[in-house]
Antibody, heavy 119, light 115 residues
Framework: QVHLQQSGPGLVKPSQTLSLTCVISGDSVSTNSAAWNWIRQSPSRGLEWLGRTYYRSKWYNDYSTSVKGRLTINPDTSKNHVSLQLNSVTPEDTAIYYC?????????WGQGTLVTVSS | QAVVTQPSSLSVSPGASASLTCTLRSGINVDTYRIYWYQQKPGSPPQFLLRYKSDSDKQQGSGVPSRFSGSKDVSANAGILLISGLQSDDEADYYCMIWHSSAMVFGGGTKLTVL
């Protein structure tokens, strides 16, 4: 049974970088049969897929055009986790952020991290 | 115009059936897409219900009752989640999702009220 444990600050100042970590247990970040996604949810923007990383003989990343250029998703094989870094945040980035495993669908979700962007 | 559109709310009586629609933007042919459906209850992340492309290409989520089913209305360019024998526990937000232009796109969700 896979478990995704998220961590990171709940408050970030505008223009700074939002950083979250998702520790994976019960699976490997470098598995060939899953991808590791970040999805956020807010009342104004609903559910929004941000991007993913996955390993298929080499590492790949896909990013949503809405955050491309500001978002980096990185795997860490030594710690078996995946991280999110979102630069130059604004109040529009206030949301619950989820780490999500994707196999044939989004089958395992982290507990969610409420991140507020405010000075 | 949004890629995927869902009605914001739907109210249905217990025991009846609910048909939740997921309409794709004009020019995006529903026939070629797998439609994914997720259920979300307050305070919890979404949970996978099922995905549907055709009767020969569909998948039910683990433990999801058969009274949840998927279909398409090609004439309306829409995916449909049908929930039969509605129960109070089915009251939740329902989201559809497609993979479009190298990105996952969610609909805005339908709040289903059972009353």
């Amino acid at each position: 049974q896979v478990h995704l444990q998220q961590s990171g600050p709940g408050l970030v100042k505008p223009s700074q970088t939002l950083s979250l970590t998702c520790v994976i247990s019960g699976d490997s970040v470098s598995t060939n049969s899953a991808a590791w996604n970040w999805i956020r949810q807010s009342p104004s923007r609903g559910l929004e897929w941000l991007g993913r990383t996955y390993y298929r003989s080499k590492w790949y990343n896909d990013y949503s055009t809405s955050v491309k250029g500001r978002l980096t998703i990185n795997p860490d094989t030594s710690k078996n986790h995946v991280s999110l870094q979102l630069n130059s945040v604004t109040p529009e980035d206030t949301a619950i952020y989820y780490c999500v495993r994707e196999t044939y669908y989004f089958d395992s979700w982290g507990q969610g991290t409420l991140v507020t962007v405010s000075s | 115009q949004a890629v995927v559109t869902q009605p914001s709310s739907l109210s249905v009586s217990p025991g009846a059936s609910a048909s939740l629609t997921c309409t794709l933007r004009s020019g995006i042919n529903v026939d070629t897409y797998r439609i994914y459906w997720y259920q979300q209850k307050p305070g919890s992340p979404p949970q996978f219900l099922l995905r549907y492309k055709s009767d020969s290409d569909k998948q039910q989520g683990s433990g999801v009752p058969s009274r949840f089913s998927g279909s398409k209305d090609v004439s309306a360019n829409a995916g449909i989640l049908l929930i039969s024998g509605l129960q109070s526990d089915d009251e939740a937000d329902y989201y559809c999702m497609i993979w479009h232009s190298s990105a996952m796109v969610f609909g805005g969700g339908t709040k289903l009220t059972v009353l």
